[in-house]
């Protein structure tokens, strides 16, 4: 790739130079020299100064046995208005009795470092899906933003 077409300062942001291009992904080499992708740079959670990889929580949300599917998106802390990961969940059918949100949290923190750790929870029907299976992160995105904005309007009014 040599330029975006029309666009300078976007080739600024994706070109580092002649052996890079900034795709906007996160990933890591192993040490057998495999690359692995992810997540997206957009979609990390900046808790207090630390970057956040919803997929690495939804990878521990989903380990616990009651839940059947879930999604990391950024929420928002109402005292301090820092962000904060928050877990969309869809609970198992056939679970083995109530699952509460404290619960879940305490799950994932057993499993975590302490900034990575849940803070928010909400239980849903189902996590909407692209027709590949892709996790339409920024549905879930949309909805806790009007959530936070309908609570800002809310409390402006008081």
Do not use: W
């Not at 942001?13 to 992904?25: M, W």
């Not at 009795?97 to 057993?110: D, H, I, R």
């Not at 302490?114 to 879930?140: C, M, T």
């Not at 995105?141 to 008081?158: C, F, G, I, N, P």
Request: proline share 4%; net charge positive; with cysteine.
């Amino acid at each position: 790739m040599k330029r975006y077409l029309n666009n300078p300062q976007a080739t600024r942001e994706v070109l580092t130079g002649v052996a890079f291009v900034r795709t906007g992904d996160v990933g890591y080499i192993d040490q057998d020299g495999y690359i692995f992708i992810v997540d997206r740079i957009k979609e990390l959670i900046k808790y207090k100064g630390h970057q956040v990889a919803p997929a690495e929580l939804e990878d521990v949300v989903n380990s616990h046995p009651q839940v059947a599917d879930s999604c990391c998106v950024r929420g928002l802390d109402g005292a301090t208005g820092d962000e904060i990961p928050k877990a969309f969940v869809v609970l198992k059918v056939n679970g083995e009795g109530p699952l509460t949100a404290e619960t879940l949290m305490e799950y994932v923190a057993s499993k975590v470092a302490g900034y990575k750790r849940v803070r928010e929870v909400e239980f849903i029907a189902a996590i909407p899906k692209s027709l590949s299976g892709k996790i339409l992160r920024r549905q879930l995105q949309l909805q806790q933003d009007k959530q936070v904005e309908a609570a800002r309007s809310t409390r402006s009014r008081l």
